[in-house]
């Protein structure tokens, strides 16, 4: 007996076939036949079922190439909905590795953008971000205090964020991010630090 669908992907539709026509089922095919970096899905989401369907889409998708969604002024206000953005915020999509590329771990895809202005509840933001902050220190959001600063004014965070261009990892975290071959090319072509001078050397005869 086959095991029960999650719970995030009971909804209305089975397949994304089965949504009615519009712009959100072209969203939808766009995810199957092409392979968008980025979905414009701002008042196309109606709730629960729309939500459970895009994850399963993008979850069946390979590879994945999805790593920013807008979901702005759509109808997520609900608890269910609100679960569902928090597994959309933790899901770690592997892709194949790339012939000739050594990775240190998997190849994955993660959502780095989520835009959720108008479409949640105050309220929710502290849930979705705990879900959003567990995929790893590197994920910024809107407010987000930097150590030995004050704290920055509070205001609603509907705009969520990850590898911000300024975020420059420690020599362990960039090590893990470049791939083996980059880390072994790098060492290679470091310039050897010269002796210092320290009066130890031999002396030059008069």
Same mark, same amino acid.
């Given at each position: ?79 269910? #909905? ?5 597994? =959309?915020? *933790?899901?770690?999509?592997?892709? /194949?590795?790339? +012939? $000739? ?55 609603? #965070? ?5 590898? =911000?261009? *300024?975020?420059?990892?420690?020599? /362990?975290?960039? +090590? $893990? ?30």
């Amino acid at each position: 007996m086959a095991a029960a669908a999650p719970a995030y992907f009971e909804g209305q539709y089975d397949l994304w076939e089965d949504v009615p026509d519009g712009p959100f089922k072209d969203v939808l095919r766009t995810i199957v036949e092409e392979s968008p970096t980025s979905l414009a899905l701002d008042s196309l989401i109606k709730g629960e079922n729309d939500l459970a369907i895009l994850i399963k889409t993008l979850r069946d998708k390979s590879p994945h190439t999805v790593t920013t969604i807008s979901m702005r002024f759509c109808d997520l206000r609900s608890e269910k #909905a609100v679960e569902q953005i928090c597994v =959309l915020c *933790s899901e770690d999509w592997e892709n /194949e590795k790339p +012939a $000739g590329i050594i990775f240190h771990g998997k190849n994955l895809c993660i959502i780095e953008h989520l835009y959720l202005s108008g479409s949640i509840e105050e309220s929710a933001i502290k849930t979705i971000l705990e879900a959003w902050k567990g995929q790893g220190h590197q994920h910024e959001w809107p407010g987000k205090e930097t150590e030995g600063a004050p704290p920055p004014p509070p205001k609603p #965070a509907f705009t969520f964020r990850r590898k =911000l261009k *300024s975020y420059k990892p420690t020599t /362990e975290e960039r +090590a $893990g991010l470049m791939p083996a071959w980059a880390l072994e090319n790098e060492a290679a072509n470091k310039p050897k630090k010269g002796k210092k001078g320290g009066g130890g050397g031999k002396k030059k005869k008069k």
